[in-house]
Structures are given as structure tokens and as C-alpha cells.
T-cell receptor, first 115, second 114 residues
Framework: AQSVTQLDSQVPVFEEAPVELRCNYSSSVSVYLFWYVQYPNQGLQLLLK??????LVKGINGFEAEFNKSQTSFHLRKPSVHISDTAEYFCAVSDDLQGAQKLVFGQGTRLTINP | NAGVTQTPKFRVLKTGQSMTLLCAQDMNHEYMYWYRQDPGMGLRLIHY???????AKGEVPDGYNVSRLKKQNFLLGLESAAPSQTSVYFC?????????????FGPGTRLTVT
């Protein structure tokens, strides 16, 4: 069975500082990995995804993530954060994209940007 | 194009009451999902549907039922609400087959069971 672990429940950073949100997964088969963002009182929206190919994936709003198969990790990074990046971030995995495309989500990381 | 909408936005129920949450999407998506979101637990899949008239259990289906009578609608029912079902419920949808594999989420329904 798949599982996703987000190692930090909360990450506070100062504006314009870099940030890394950590995600580790476990799966016995090929996986597809996603990061979703949830702004306050909203639904989730896709930030970026890894399906195949280059292990460095770029997403919206200046975020990027690197797929590391040997470390079973998919950490999310941004070189310089803005107040508007304050949100909750969820890592998700699927081994079912040819089927029902079910996702398994991590616990979430709340990113707080301080001025 | 409204995307994914959910009705109602908020609801308070007493233990033992029943209710139905409605999810509607106007993107002609084949697949639809119901999740619940609880603090520190991320989103967990309750039930899902890969097409009109078909539904299947997810990770946490107990206490819930679903129906997909029309392609654009996916209903989540609570027959006898319990305090453990206090949560935020999200509906999502996506297109079948080789696509972006992006799930589109509704704004959520905040349910409190007292």
C-alpha cells in the first residue's frame, strides 16, 4: 500500500527567504507524485506533478520539486517566498493513473510567511 | 464555467440526523471523488466513481453512502450522523485516460455534528 509522509506539519519562514517542504513516499510500484496547495478557506489546486522524464519539475508560482527515487522523496522548493504563499501544502502519490487515478495524500504542511 | 461546486457550504447536524452533500461539475469529467479533511490527517478518500451509475469504496467509507445517477453530479449521504463525522468534505473530479491527471476540487463543505 502507498503512503506519504510530510515531515513538517508547520514551516515558518521570513518573506524573501528560501523554503523547502519535505515529502517522502512509500510504494512498491511505479509512482506518480503531486503537490497541491490549499489557500485559506478554499479547495485544493495543483501546484506541480511528476509523471516521468526529468526529475526536476517546475510548477506554478515559482515552485519546483525534485523526484529522488533512491531517497523516495519529492521535496518542494521555492528560492524566495512571498506573503501570498501562505497556505497549506499537500504532497500526494498515485500508482493508479491508468485506473481510477486515486490519490493518497500526506498530512499537509502549513507554510507561514512572516514579513 | 463554474468548475466544481458543492452544496451546502456549512451545516450543523445533531447526532443521528441524516443529510446529503451535493457535488456538481460542468467539465464533463468521468471520474469524481469525495474526500474528508481532518487536522493533521490530510485528505482521505471516502468514495469515488469512474462513471455514471458506478461507485466504489475508498479508504474511509464507513458511515457514508454515495450515488452517481447523472454524470455531472456525485452525492454523499450520511444516514445517521456521528460526532466523528465532523470534518470538511471536498469533492473533486478529473478526466478519464491520458490527460493532465489533475484533480479539480470544490470549495468544501464544513460539517459539524453535535
Amino acid at each position: 500500500a502507498q503512503s506519504v509522509t510530510q515531515l513538517d506539519s508547520q514551516v515558518p519562514v521570513f518573506e524573501e527567504a528560501p523554503v523547502e517542504l519535505r515529502c517522502n513516499y512509500s510504494s512498491s510500484v511505479s509512482v506518480y507524485l503531486f503537490w497541491y496547495v490549499q489557500y485559506p478557506n478554499q479547495g485544493l489546486q495543483l501546484l506541480l506533478k511528476y509523471l516521468s522524464g526529468s526529475t526536476l519539475v517546475k510548477g506554478i508560482n515559482g515552485f519546483e520539486a525534485e523526484f529522488n527515487k533512491s531517497q523516495t522523496s519529492f521535496h518542494l522548493r521555492k528560492p524566495s517566498v512571498h506573503i501570498s504563499d501562505t497556505a497549506e501544502y499537500f504532497c500526494a502519490v498515485s500508482d493508479d493513473l491508468q485506473g481510477a487515478q486515486k490519490l493518497v495524500f500526506g498530512q499537509g504542511t502549513r507554510l507561514t510567511i512572516n514579513p | 464555467n463554474a468548475g466544481v461546486t458543492q452544496t451546502p457550504k456549512f451545516r450543523v447536524l445533531k447526532t443521528g440526523q441524516s443529510m446529503t452533500l451535493l457535488c456538481a461539475q460542468d467539465m464533463n469529467h468521468e471520474y469524481m471523488y469525495w474526500y474528508r479533511q481532518d487536522p493533521g490527517m490530510g485528505l482521505r478518500l471516502i468514495h469515488y466513481s469512474v462513471g455514471e451509475g458506478t461507485t466504489a469504496k475508498g479508504e474511509v467509507p464507513d458511515g457514508y453512502n454515495v450515488s452517481r445517477l447523472k454524470k455531472q453530479n456525485f452525492l454523499l449521504g450520511l444516514e445517521s450522523a456521528a460526532p466523528s463525522q465532523t470534518s470538511v468534505y471536498f469533492c473533486a473530479s478529473t478526466r478519464r485516460g491520458r490527460s493532465s491527471y489533475e484533480q479539480y476540487f470544490g470549495p468544501g463543505t464544513r460539517l459539524t455534528v453535535t
